[in-house]
């Protein structure tokens, strides 16, 4: 049986404008300005026991709502759901007991108390057996390392050691099904590969579910090995990591600064931009923003060092700096090919 | 059945204890804000007290009187600050997106965002309450005023009930933040504005506040009616003076229906998702 199984999922909201006035509040009430929005439509998605898989797209996307969706909080317009074996809709406080949910940018624990009141007090929230209450709480406290920071008061914690705080919060009751929404926003880089590390481990040891929204690419290479990207509500993408990044997230993108003296002797293109000549194979030149040059390469192309000392030794460089592939990026590039396979359709 | 009741009713004490604890943490700042409250409302039944300098009474109603009435009624009103504090905040528990949350979790979702906050500073209203109940005794010294077990059960059912319905309308205010959160002020025209024209007699008011306050938004059944009973007074509309004790009835009835209409809103926000 699958964890995750949905058809069909669609949302659609009704969006009211605000009226402004003294008695704009009680009017939009009583004769509202509606427009509709597809927030969701039709995705089916089905994820097995033991995966962990991403969800990615861009803001507005339709993420949180399928989310909210999958966890009984928001019910759908149209289409099937089943989670852990239960309908959302209609079994929402029986399956919450069986799922555990992280929000990156909101906390569940009670901001002014220590972080251990929080982790009592969700085992009657759970209603959890004392036993296995005590049992997971010293589980998580030995995986997540809670105890140096367990008797601070949670609005005094670290976002990393927050997080850990919310993640133990969330996994006290045992669920089968962990729900992470960015969980890793705004976290520094060790803090981010000790979540990381965690999450792989219970999915290993515990075979636990995972279904995790992000925007950090970084966080899908080390967790994810599916990948479901979606825009506009809709589904771009379902499948393999590695099928995603050989297509689409290979390239990486190369800034230069080039010396300004030098930038009026390089030749023009048809648009009049200043071109680089004679790139090796695999690099494009994208952008050109006098001084500074963009330059797209595929990893397998050529290797960072190579293209910088090609460029060291061909152009007079003030600096260099790369930047790695966003999913904003990834997702337009999914679109280019699509309209790319319209374009060989038509012909 | 009742294993869940008990269960709920222990979570509720332990989610409670919470915020107390939370709020010991600043303990001056609690201190100040209960001496702070209890000199506000000091300073209303004060207003009220000082009508009376000029008027021996009101519609024959005694300063005594009219002082137990705002005592009584008083009481009820904090206690509704105290306990229905978190569903008087839920606007912001909405606003920040907080409510999903409580949606997340195996219990009802009524109970988190009645113990979302606990307003331990509204201790300071009840406090001016029972003051302002000694003073009324006291005025009332040349009355005789005789107390039997009745008037005190019928006077104490009276303020729970009270407190319950001001809490259903906090109920119900909390609701129309399902559809918008700019009208809270209506909740407070009914909470805030109740309490100040039930702080006087009923039946200064015109006919159709008065069946308002009896028979839609029952507030009168928790305060005027039970005072007019331990004071011997008669009641508007020829109504029994045994209403004393339908109180709680009453009380339970409006309740019902704020829980309802509660439920309604809360499937509602599980549609719209805002």
Redesign the interface.
Known sequence: MAMIEATGLSKT??VTK?RSGVF???R??VDPEVRLVEAVQALSLQVEPGEIVGLVGPNGAGKS?TI?ML?????PSAGEVRVAGFNPLHQ???M??H?G?V?GQ?T?L????PLI?SLR?LR????VPEERHTANLARMRALLDLDEFIDT?VRQLSLGQRMRGDLAAALLHDPQLLYLDEPTIGLDVVAKARIREFLLRINAEQGMTILITTHDMDDVEALCSRLLIIDHGRKLYDGGLSEIRDRFGGERTLIAILDPAEINALPRNATGEPCLMNLPEGVRQIRFDSPRVWLSFGKEALPAHELVAWLGARHRLKDVTFQEPEIEDVIRRIYEEDLLLQEVGVV | MIQNVL?DL??YG??VA?QL???M?YKMDLLIDVMTYFLVTALEFATLLLYFVPFPTLLGWHVGEVAMLSAVVSIGFGLAELFGGGIDNFSVVIR???F??A?????AALL?VSTNEFRLRRLGRITQGFCAFARALFLLRGFHLIWTPLKILALCLGIVSSALIFVSILLLGATICF??I??TELTNILTYGGREMLSYPLTIYNQVLQRTFLFIVPLAFGTYIPVCYVLGRALPFGLPDWLAFLSPLIALLFALVALVVWQFGV?RY????S
């Open positions: 909201f009704r605000r704009g509040g009680l939009s009430i709502t909210k966890t009984g909080i928001l019910v929402r406080r029986a919450s007991a799922i949910v929000f909101r569940q009670w901001w002014d108390l009141d007090l009657y929230l759970y209603r008061p | 269960a222990s979570l332990r989610l919470m604890r939370a709020q943490q920040q997106g907080d999903d949350r949606l997340l979790r195996p219990v988190q559809w918008t700019e009208t499937r599980q549609s719209t998702g």
